[in-house]
T-cell receptor
């Protein structure tokens, strides 16, 4: 499965959009991009996933570039409860071996 | 939907004790359940994968006789840390998966402290 690269940390003002980037330049055609987050002392929470089209759900939007080599997770109106470590994971269809790298520590500032 | 319940949330016990952690998928049936471990300031590391009715598959470096996994039904998996020692103190997290392109859903973790 393709490796991902994320910035180690980001800050975002409360109420603003948080845009979290992820590079996955070696992604293959059958690999999905998954996003999870882990709030301190809790288990990871699934956020969203996509293959090549942009996706949106009640939590976030996922924008995948046309060449699929990078993606951005967008939290449209960040709140203090969105402070967490966000993980971008690339995984092929039907595979289950999630590899949690170091992720991006997002801090939402009041 | 997709709720995974993990119990207990915290355990403190003496060295040499065996500790059982339960992981239940409450509103779906999971073909596969996973057990992870997370040490302070580190990321999650997969320990083992279990499918209902079969033996678990352990990752390299994880002792199968120390970390006993039972997956008796499509909604329940248990991890037993046998003869726990202080170095086994960690945050243990389970997840459940229905297969295909579906995401894994995680429990809230169990913080194990061995004195």
């Amino acid at each position: 499965d393709a490796k991902t690269t994320q910035p180690p940390s980001m800050d975002c003002a409360e109420g603003r959009a948080a845009n979290l980037p992820c590079n996955h330049s070696t992604i293959s055609g059958n690999e999905y991009v998954y996003w999870y987050r882990q709030i301190h002392s809790q288990g990871p929470q699934y956020i969203i996933h996509g293959l090549k089209n942009n996706e949106t759900n009640e939590m976030a939007s996922l924008i995948i570039t046309e060449d699929r080599k990078s993606s951005t997770l967008i939290l449209p109106h960040a709140t203090l409860r969105d402070t967490a470590v966000y993980y971008c994971i690339v995984l092929r269809t039907g595979a289950n071996n999630l590899f949690f790298g170091t992720g991006t520590r997002l801090t939402v500032i009041p | 939907g997709a709720v995974v319940s993990q119990h207990p949330s915290r355990v403190i016990c003496k060295s040499g004790t065996s500790v059982k952690i339960e992981c239940r998928s409450l509103d779906f049936q999971a073909t596969t359940m996973f057990w992870y471990r997370q040490f302070p300031k580190q990321s999650l590391m997969l320990m083992a994968t279990s499918n209902e009715g079969s033996k678990a598959t352990y990752e390299q470096g994880v002792e199968k006789d120390k970390f006993l996994i039972n997956h008796a039904s499509l909604t329940l998996s248990t991890l037993t840390v046998t003869s726990a020692h202080p170095e086994d103190s960690s945050f243990y997290i389970c997840s459940a998966w229905t297969g295909g392109g579906q995401p894994q859903h995680f429990g809230d973790g169990t913080r194990l402290s061995i004195l």
